[in-house]
């Protein structure tokens, strides 16, 4: 459904000029403008756009304490034809939702946040058209957070909470469609509990807990970690931000969503693309040893990661239990790189959305 225009407050002054679109990097500059809406006396209230801007929050807000918080991750493209398209925001924001329930916070119900959320960006887009990247493999990167807004050292969900959108003109997060990158198989460290832990929302513990491994895995030179699941240190779970397919022996495999990983929106349209082309795909647990076995034997043919930011990322080389192995045929594999096409024609107006995930904004 598509809501009234949120009223906005449109900056004095641009940043605009500031920006050098050729040096893009990833989440470091902000648009003009965010959209903002608070949760106070038990209701939603106050959606508009502002000047993006500061939030002021005391000290003893306990979200800064305790992490009752949860954002999201989408991107819009300038089309070839000089159309927007938001990639799947549908389900960032049910993904959204279903953080914010494993956060405990009161969200609306999941239809109108996502009507929320479409509206928001559509608005956003049109205000701030022009920091929308024009080069391909560059985007406008959108981030949804909520967070506890109440004052309190008490460990208890909050009473107040604020519910803010940004936007952020992106480059390529890892720009090695050509190199790949190298995953440091972790098997000391744990990112999720496997059982009823935090694991499929996206919220900040996860990422706080990944912070070591992933400081410790770049002084190794390696780009990020793969993660193993947290009972046995034994199955393959995902990586820092991308979920991750192997193709052995003609079949592609990738972990299921047992509740310890992220659901990816390009995870979920990578699944979609492979039913289309008729291609075996296997959604069971991936043991660590099955794959060094595969690299060993050579029948792992590819490797890949698959994220918003990331786009689809092959895998080079990863490095477990002191030992570096390389992955054949990259970068990137014949289906890594038809995967990456398709996707990211789908996503710029080239090629026929054919599965409707486009939500598309005219802009001037
Ligand atoms: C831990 C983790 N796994 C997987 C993904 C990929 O999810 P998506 O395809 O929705 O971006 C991300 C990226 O947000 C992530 O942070």
Redesign the pocket.
């Known amino acids: 459904m598509q809501l009234t225009p949120f009223p906005v407050t449109p900056v004095k002054q641009s940043r605009l000029s500031q920006v050098d679109f050729d040096d893009l990097g990833f989440g470091t500059i902000f648009s003009d403008h965010m959209f903002s809406m608070r949760y106070e006396a038990g209701a939603w209230t106050n959606p508009q756009i502002l000047p993006y801007q500061a939030l002021a929050l005391e000290p003893g807000v306990a979200m800064l304490h305790y992490g009752q918080t949860v954002f999201d991750?989408y991107k819009a493209f300038r089309g070839l034809d000089g159309v927007a398209r938001i990639f799947r925001p549908d389900m960032?924001a049910q993904?959204l939702h279903q953080s914010c329930q494993r956060l405990c916070i009161p969200i609306m119900d999941a239809g109108e946040l996502c009507d929320i959320m479409i509206q928001a960006t559509r608005q956003l887009i049109e205000l701030d058209h022009a920091w929308l990247p024009s080069q391909w493999g560059h985007s406008l990167y959108v981030r949804p957070l909520v967070i506890g807004t109440e004052s309190t050292l008490e460990v208890r969900a909050a009473d107040s909470y604020c519910f803010i959108i940004m936007t952020s003109p992106v480059g390529s997060y890892f720009n090695n469609l050509q190199k790949g990158v190298s995953l440091y198989v972790e098997d000391r460290f744990t990112r999720a509990a496997s059982i009823g832990g935090l694991g499929t929302a996206?919220t900040a513990a996860?990422y706080a807990a990944s912070l070591l491994p992933g400081f410790k895995s770049r002084q190794q030179g390696f780009d990020q970690v793969l993660w193993l699941d947290g009972n046995e240190h034994r199955y393959v779970e995902?990586?820092?931000?991308?979920?991750i397919f192997f193709k052995i022996d003609g079949k592609v495999v990738t972990p299921p969503l047992g509740g310890s990983?992220?659901p990816?929106?390009?995870?979920n349209s990578v699944i979609a693309l492979l039913k289309d082309w008729g291609l075996l795909l296997e959604e069971r647990p991936i043991a660590i040893d099955e794959v060094v076995e595969a690299l060993h034997s050579g029948s792992l043919e590819e490797m890949f990661g698959?994220?918003?930011?990331a786009v689809i990322c092959p895998v080079a080389s990863i490095g477990f239990k002191g030992e570096l192995f390389e992955v054949a045929n990259t970068p990137p594999g014949e289906l890594t790189l038809r995967l990456y096409d398709e996707l990211t024609g789908i996503q710029y107006g080239k090629l026929e959305d054919r599965h409707g995930w486009n939500v598309q904004v005219p802009i001037p």
């Open positions: 991750g960032n993904r996206k996860n995902e990586v820092g931000a991308m979920n990983i992220l990816g929106v390009v995870r698959a994220g918003t930011a």
